[in-house]
């Protein structure tokens, strides 16, 4: 009985095998058909969409140089920007010396103003001394002119007295 077990299992492989064969080669060619038709099918998808991408590959090249050209432009006008920006910090810098200079002339300015002001509060308190000695010497010249009146009326008299002596003089001889 062992031997009809093992004869029947041997002869179920060979079958299994056999129809595992037969199978493969009936079912090839209807999978070659459908390989066929499916790579026809594919190949015609594929040339759409390679030509679709040829198509997107053209509108982004174009769409590419017209933004190496817009940044082109934009790098010149970037430059252009760069160095009206230098010039107008160089100005600031002029500007900002200028006033700073500005600035240290007021304080020399306000100096000179308080000097100005103290010499001239000085040559007013001259002009005010001057003038005080201008009323003195006044004053002076008046009591000069006063004694010199005084002195002449002296001289006059003294020769008046003279005049009487000598009259007297006379007078006795």
């Given at each position: 009985?062992?031997?009809?077990?093992?004869?029947?299992?041997?002869?179920?492989?060979?079958?299994?095998?056999?129809?595992?064969?037969y199978a493969?080669?009936?079912?090839?060619?209807?999978?070659?058909?459908?390989?066929?038709?499916?790579?026809?099918?594919?190949?015609?998808?594929?040339?759409?969409?390679?030509?679709?991408?040829?198509?997107?590959?053209?509108?982004?090249?174009?769409?590419?140089?017209?933004?190496?050209?817009?940044?082109?432009?934009?790098?010149?006008?970037?430059?252009?920007?760069?160095?009206?920006?230098?010039?107008?910090?160089?100005?600031?810098?002029?500007?900002?010396?200028?006033?700073?200079?500005?600035?240290?002339?007021?304080?020399?300015?306000?100096?000179?103003?308080?000097?100005?002001?103290?010499?001239?509060?000085?040559?007013?308190?001259?002009?005010?001394?001057?003038?005080?000695?201008?009323?003195?010497?006044?004053?002076v010249e008046?009591?000069?002119?006063?004694?010199?009146?005084?002195?002449?009326?002296?001289?006059?008299?003294?020769?008046?007295?003279?005049?009487?002596?000598?009259?007297?003089?006379?007078?006795?001889?």
């Amino acid at each position: 009985m062992s031997q009809k077990t093992a004869f029947y299992v041997l002869s179920l492989i060979v079958i299994f095998f056999i129809g595992y064969y037969y199978a493969k080669i009936n079912l090839e060619p209807s999978e070659t058909n459908i390989d066929v038709t499916n790579t026809s099918l594919g190949e015609k998808k594929l040339k759409e969409e390679l030509s679709e991408i040829i198509e997107n590959k053209d509108e982004l090249q174009t769409q590419l140089d017209d933004l190496d050209s817009q940044l082109i432009i934009t790098r010149a006008e970037l430059k252009t920007v760069q160095q009206q920006l230098i010039l107008s910090s160089s100005k600031s810098k002029v500007f900002e010396d200028e006033l700073s200079q500005i600035d240290d002339a007021r304080k020399v300015v306000k100096l000179i103003q308080e000097e100005l002001k103290t010499a001239n509060n000085n040559l007013i308190n001259m002009a005010k001394e001057l003038q005080q000695v201008k009323n003195e010497l006044q004053l002076v010249e008046d009591k000069l002119s006063s004694s010199e009146v005084e002195l002449e009326l002296a001289e006059f008299e003294l020769q008046l007295a003279e005049e009487k002596l000598e009259l007297n003089k006379d007078i006795k001889y």
